[in-house]
């Protein structure tokens, strides 16, 4: 094919021409020293890991079996909003919520940067599929990167390797996912335990169905069949071909009387999706199982309904704030091990700790800076968007039907944000209209999941605000068509939640965690039409009488106060829904306009 020689090149285990066609130029590009293709197996995850413990990069745990933790540079901590662009062929299909650069110019610009960017380096070629392997039309990516780290996390994350690339054939579509991090290295040079580079960009080409990243080994700009794939490029699949690809948490949920009822909840990063997916209820006889914790595509099966796969293999969950008491699920998933701990502290027996995993703190502790750690540092031990990686496979209350292609029939959709003020408890819609309207309108504080100022109020519209693949407006209509083109009855109802409203002394009104399993047996009750609500200008909202709040230790006046609708409060929003919408422009729906017109008159 070429006349370039690199080790492993030409040992090509598929006969997918195009697939080979661009790894060879790939290879030609990027000049590794050798090239990988990716087979998942658990020898290579032993010599992989091996490779990344004698580089520095991971320390294996001496208390879980099978686990490592890492230290990511300190600039490489977080998704890089500013950096991250939606290249479509015409500017307005980026839409004004996204970074927008002309295809050709960005492929220049950053072909100059991946020109010699795998010097020194070993090339993985990765085989991935997207939800289940077995699907009938499987989800298929091929992501190419120079990192370790990026190959033992879609280890986990993605089904991938072989059995994969066994549903190539010869021509299967796919998407090309280039990741490189941007630090070659010169002969006898020493590698640094976490290569990246100043220079970052996280770039989507949409028509092409392609990504290309560069200069980031963190979680979503390094791992590409994550929020580039499953969401950015999903999400314009989704509306050429009329599904939805969501920032959404997929969990079933058993009533005492064994009726289930399946929930998809969309909330921004570090917003509670994890927590609500593996929620302990703590109301008797009620059961959560968990199918997924990040993103679910959903489309309609041929009972009219509304069907979820969760495209994802493992969770890549927030630590801090994680232990027995807010989330015990995910705490006894990570304890069996075959897990990744990245920016979180190193005890001096081994084991990992975050803030908030015990009471007392250890007395002493390796940071995530590497430095010695006491409780009286003056600051946090691990990166307030430190994450565990851990396979679905071994969560105790994974629904039986996680890996299942069929998907399951979604009863209810909730949108959240983070809202000291206004927004209460829990909301039900009027309808699907509404309910669009209440996700296109959504509004959170940001968190330390970006790199940027956290606690700064914005509309993040269903949760997808970095994650929309293209115009806002398009995106809004296609959520109003999707409900036009479905049978009401058989549609998900949506409601709008925040366990984060805040008395006076700013503390949580809401218990949260294990106790939001009273808000979601209020939900199905509304859908079965057994519980009551009043009327309020912003949808159907329950008193402290409506829910089930028995056993609950919380100070029934805050319960009020957090289920409290304010129309001063709600006054207030209508200017910036109004700039919201103003930044929309004229993509946005009339539908929506008029939702907004009839809050404001039902306001007064
Ligand atoms: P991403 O993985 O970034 O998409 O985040 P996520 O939406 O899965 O968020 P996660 O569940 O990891 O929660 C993030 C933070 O919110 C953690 O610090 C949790 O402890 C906190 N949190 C989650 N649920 C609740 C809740 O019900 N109440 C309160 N007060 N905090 C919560
Ligand atoms: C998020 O930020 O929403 C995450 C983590 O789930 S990341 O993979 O970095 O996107
Ligand atoms: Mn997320």
Request: glycine share 8%; charged share 25%.
């Amino acid at each position: 094919m070429t006349a370039v020689t690199i080790p492993g090149l030409d040992q090509t285990p598929t006969d997918h021409q195009d697939l080979l066609s661009w790894v060879h130029e790939v290879a030609e590009l990027t000049c590794p020293d050798q090239v990988v293709w990716a087979d998942g197996s658990a020898d290579e995850w032993d010599r992989l890991t091996r490779k990344l413990v004698d580089a520095g990069t991971f320390v294996p745990l001496r208390k879980k079996p099978n686990s490592f933790w890492a230290a990511s540079d300190p600039t490489d901590v977080a998704r890089v909003e500013e950096r991250t662009f939606i290249c479509s062929v015409d500017p307005q299909d980026a839409g004004p919520t996204n970074n927008w650069m002309d295809p050709a110019e960005m492929k220049a610009t950053m072909t100059d940067l991946y020109r010699g960017s795998m010097r020194g380096r070993t090339m993985y070629v990765i085989p991935f599929c997207m939800g289940p392997l077995d699907a009938e039309k499987p989800m298929l990516g091929v992501e190419i990167t120079d990192s370790e780290y990026v190959v033992v996390s879609m280890h986990i994350m993605t089904r991938m390797g072989t059995k994969a690339l066994a549903r190539f054939g010869h021509d299967a579509p796919y998407v090309k996912a280039l990741h490189s991090l941007g630090a070659p290295l010169e002969p006898g040079q020493d590698d640094v335990a976490w290569p990246c580079n100043e220079t970052k960009y996280i770039t989507q080409f949409p028509e092409e169905r392609m990504i290309w990243s560069y200069g980031s080994g963190y979680g979503g700009n390094a791992l590409l069949g994550k929020k580039c794939y499953s969401l950015r490029i999903a999400s314009v699949m989704a509306r050429d071909e009329g599904w939805l690809a969501e920032h959404m948490l997929i969990l079933k949920l058993t009533s005492p009387e064994r009726k289930v009822h399946y929930i998809a909840a969309a909330f921004p990063s570090a917003c509670g999706k994890t927590n609500l997916a593996m929620l302990e209820p703590t109301i008797p006889g009620w059961k959560v199982e968990t199918l997924g914790d990040d993103i679910a595509w959903m489309r309609f099966g041929e009972d009219g309904r509304l069907y979820a796969v969760n495209p994802e293999n493992g969770f890549f969950g927030v630590a801090p704030g994680t232990d027995y008491h807010t989330n015990p699920n995910a705490m006894r998933t990570i304890e069996k091990g075959n897990s990744l701990f990245t920016n979180v502290a190193l005890t001096d027996d081994g084991d990992v700790w975050w803030e908030g995993m015990t009471e007392q703190p250890p007395a002493h502790l390796t940071s995530w800076k590497k430095r010695d750690w006491t409780p009286e540092a003056g600051e946090p031990s691990s990166h307030p968007n430190s994450r565990y990686c851990t396979p679905i496979a071994q969560c105790d209350i994974k629904a039986p039907e996680w890996d299942d292609p069929q998907g399951v029939p979604i009863s209810a959709i909730f949108f959240g944000g983070r809202r000291a003020t206004t927004v209460p408890l829990v909301t039900e819609s009027r309808d699907w209209q509404h309910g669009v309207f209440m996700g296109a309108t959504l509004s959170s504080e940001t968190t330390a999941a970006a790199v940027g100022q956290v606690g700064v109020v914005r509309r993040d519209p269903m949760a997808m605000l970095p994650f929309i693949g293209y115009h806002a407006g398009d995106y809004f209509q296609h959520w109003i068509d999707t409900g036009k083109g479905a049978d009401a009855d058989k549609l998900p109802r949506i409601f709008y939640v925040n366990w984060f409203r805040r008395g006076e002394d700013k503390r949580f009104l809401w218990p949260g965690f294990g106790e939001n399993s009273r808000v979601l047996k209020w939900a199905v009750e509304r859908i079965e039409g057994r519980a009551a609500a009043r009327e309020t200008p912003i949808g159907y909202v329950p008193t402290a009488d409506e829910l089930d709040l028995a056993g609950l230790d919380a100070p029934r006046e805050d319960v009020e106060a957090a289920l409290a609708f304010d129309a001063d409060e709600w006054r207030a929003e209508i200017p910036m829904i109004e700039e919201w919408f103003a930044k929309i422009g004229r993509k946005l729906p009339t539908s929506l306009r008029d939702e907004l017109e009839a809050l404001k008159l039902r306001l007064g």
